[in-house]
């Protein structure tokens, strides 16, 4: 079905359709771009004037992917914008040689329109790249919030930079999934890579700890350095019931202890020893 398209819009879809290589070539260079991967946006975007621009869907969808993926690889925001301008750049240079009133008229349209879809692509650009930052955020917290187990029936949880609550929900998650999948009765839960700990900090792990308690495992809080506990008296925090420990080894004695499996092996050595002098 034709459409009836006024003078200024047949020049420019005239332009585009007779110089559709040469545009094609000097949008890639601008837009640091293969021809490739412009031709398919080029050619959705002259059907759609061609008929009704105001359908501009397989164009939008093209820039989306466009955009998505330029996240992805590292562009900036300046270059993906580029990415649309450039065509209108390359366009202007065509009608610099034919400045007829028509064609005047129809690139001004035609620079309305790819000022809409270059405003478009920029958002969805930002939008990839703060998904693609809340993912790599997210993986970090995985990595930096390791639940290790140390011993039979014992769980460690090393705990180094700043712990907030989006980073104690995540400590919690694995710790809880841990003591299901494992079956573990104690848990140690290292701060001393922990640089301050303040009010919020201790409700962070008091949270944790109930948390575990309730899974029927015992917590130990290891790391407490001597400026850690100036802190801790000062700010007048209390962890009621919860054992505390210097270092990680301290904690790790304790646990041993408390799951009977360090008096076990002394006993089980000091038989060893008399069977020997015998």
């Given at each position: 079905?034709?459409?009836?398209?006024?003078?200024?819009?047949?020049?420019?879809?005239?332009?585009?359709?007779?110089?559709?290589?040469?545009?094609?070539?000097?949008?890639?260079?601008?837009?640091?771009?293969?021809?490739?991967?412009?031709?398919?946006?080029?050619?959705?975007?002259?059907?759609?004037?061609?008929?009704?621009?105001?359908?501009?869907?397989?164009?939008?969808?093209?820039?989306?992917?466009?955009?998505?993926?330029r996240a992805r690889r590292g562009f900036t925001p300046s270059?993906?914008?580029?990415?649309?301008?450039?065509?209108?750049?390359?366009?202007?240079?065509?009608?610099?040689?034919?400045?007829?009133?028509?064609?005047?008229?129809?690139?001004?349209?035609?620079?309305?329109?790819?000022?809409?879809?270059?405003?478009?692509?920029?958002?969805?650009?930002?939008?990839?790249?703060?998904?693609?930052?809340?993912?790599?955020?997210?993986?970090?917290?995985?990595?930096?919030?390791?639940?290790?187990?140390?011993?039979?029936?014992?769980?460690?949880?090393?705990?180094?930079?700043?712990?907030?609550?989006?980073?104690?929900?995540?400590?919690?998650?694995?710790?809880?999934?841990?003591?299901?999948?494992?079956?573990?009765?104690?848990?140690?839960?290292?701060?001393?890579?922990?640089?301050?700990?303040?009010?919020?900090?201790?409700?962070?792990?008091?949270?944790?700890?109930?948390?575990?308690?309730?899974?029927?495992?015992?917590?130990?809080?290891?790391?407490?350095?001597?400026?850690?506990?100036?802190?801790?008296?000062?700010?007048?925090?209390?962890?009621?019931?919860?054992?505390?420990?210097?270092?990680?080894?301290?904690?790790?004695?304790?646990?041993?202890?408390?799951?009977?499996?360090?008096?076990?092996?002394?006993?089980?050595?000091?038989?060893?020893?008399?069977?020997?002098?015998?």
């Open positions: 079905m034709s459409v009836d398209l006024p003078a200024g819009r047949r020049r420019i879809e005239q332009l585009l359709a007779d110089h559709q290589d040469q545009l094609i070539k000097r949008w890639a260079q601008t837009a640091k771009a293969s021809a490739d991967e412009l031709t398919e946006i080029y050619e959705a975007l002259r059907s759609a004037i061609a008929g009704d621009d105001r359908d501009l869907t397989d164009v939008r969808g093209l820039l989306a992917e466009l955009s998505r993926s270059d993906t914008a580029r990415a649309v301008f450039g065509l209108k750049e390359a366009v202007y240079e065509l009608v610099e040689t034919d400045a007829t009133p028509d064609t005047m008229r129809g690139f001004i349209w035609f620079s309305l329109l790819m000022d809409d879809l270059g405003l478009f692509t920029f958002e969805t650009f930002a939008t990839a790249r703060e998904k693609i930052i809340i993912e790599q955020t997210e993986q970090l917290l995985e990595l930096s919030t390791p639940v290790v187990a140390i011993w039979e029936g014992i769980l460690a949880v090393p705990l180094v930079g700043t712990l907030d609550s989006a980073r104690t929900q995540v400590v919690m998650e694995k710790l809880l999934q841990a003591l299901v999948d494992t079956g573990a009765e104690h848990a140690v839960i290292d701060i001393t890579g922990v640089p301050a700990v303040d009010t919020q900090v201790a409700q962070h792990l008091l949270k944790t700890i109930v948390a575990a308690r309730l899974m029927g495992a015992e917590c130990v809080i290891s790391g407490i350095r001597p400026q850690i506990a100036h802190s801790i008296v000062t700010l007048g925090i209390e962890f009621g019931d919860i054992v505390t420990k210097a270092t990680l080894a301290d904690a790790l004695a304790h646990a041993l202890r408390r799951s009977g499996v360090l008096t076990t092996e002394r006993k089980a050595t000091r038989i060893a020893i008399r069977a020997e002098d015998a």
